[in-house]
């Protein structure tokens, strides 16, 4: 049995490791993300390159299904999954990808990261979650520590409303995914949901196909390389991981923990494009570790 397909009676100390390490890699291979759109953006059109993505992702995590042999969703679940492969799969990939064409990737970043707190209100008031107070203390923190991150990366600030416009889309549509994504979880495992959402996702992307492939003939083998690579890791992994976490983990918290993206992206960029972060960037991170730290937590009894 895959790990990420646990029995429900497995030790509560065990599966609290188990998420934090799930947390943890798609935290890892969602931040590398930003690094790899930035480089295949240059050869690939934002719609193209959602598809090629989206495509290597659905071809991956199909071959693990059809090992598995995966139970699908059925019913309200189906509809609900459907809807989470088309907003957070397609939708937020385009929408990325374009705005990342307009301003600095920190802002993209910063601004994308108001998706936790519309997480928050969403599932406090479609999941019935609440809203406790911990946890938008955590989110205002961190969201602090984002847009500090964002000012200190970003060379021009947000001058082109339009990109900023995308970000803000991108987020809602991450938000109305993950709110849709978390009740299926509790019928089917996490495999099953990631696949078939990045299937629809894929199936919604297939107007882009002949940009694709014009784009894929003229583009570098280093452009190629990182759509191979965010669909493999970003998309196929981190989606599986998430949803494992999330299947285990009240969604407003879990979409706080995306605050960790922002500093891990200044991380990494850091170390595989040489661009040092700015000095304000490190109270920003430290900012981020505080807010997902207090929302995170659970009051004392």
Known sequence: MSSLELPTRAAPRDERLLVLAAVAACMLVWASAFIGIRSAGRSFSPGALALG??????????????????????????AATVLCGVAWFALYNVALNAAERRIDAGVAAMLVNVGPILIALLAGAVLREGFPRRLFGGCVVSF???????????????????????????????????????????????????????????????????????????????????????????????????AYALARTPAGRMGSTTYLVPPLAILLGWIMLGEVPPLLALPGGALCLAGVGLARSRPRR
């Open 144 to 242: 602090g520590g984002a847009a500090i991150i964002g000012l200190a990366v970003s060379r021009h600030g947000v001058n082109e409303l339009w990109g900023a416009v995308l970000c803000v889309a991108a987020a809602l549509a991450y938000a109305v995914g993950v709110v849709s994504q978390k009740p299926v979880l509790r019928e089917v495992s996490p495999l099953s949901v990631t696949w078939l959402a990045c299937t629809v996702g894929t199936i919604a992307c297939l107007p882009f196909a002949p940009a694709l492939v014009h784009e894929a003939a003229h583009a570098r083998g280093s452009a190629l390389a990182w759509t191979v690579y965010l669909g493999a890791a970003p998309t196929a992994l981190g989606f599986v991981t998430w």
């Open 53 to 78: 993505r989206l495509a290597v992702g659905s071809l991956v995590l199909g071959v693990v299904a059809a090992v598995r042999r995966v139970r699908l969703p059925r019913g309200r679940a189906l």
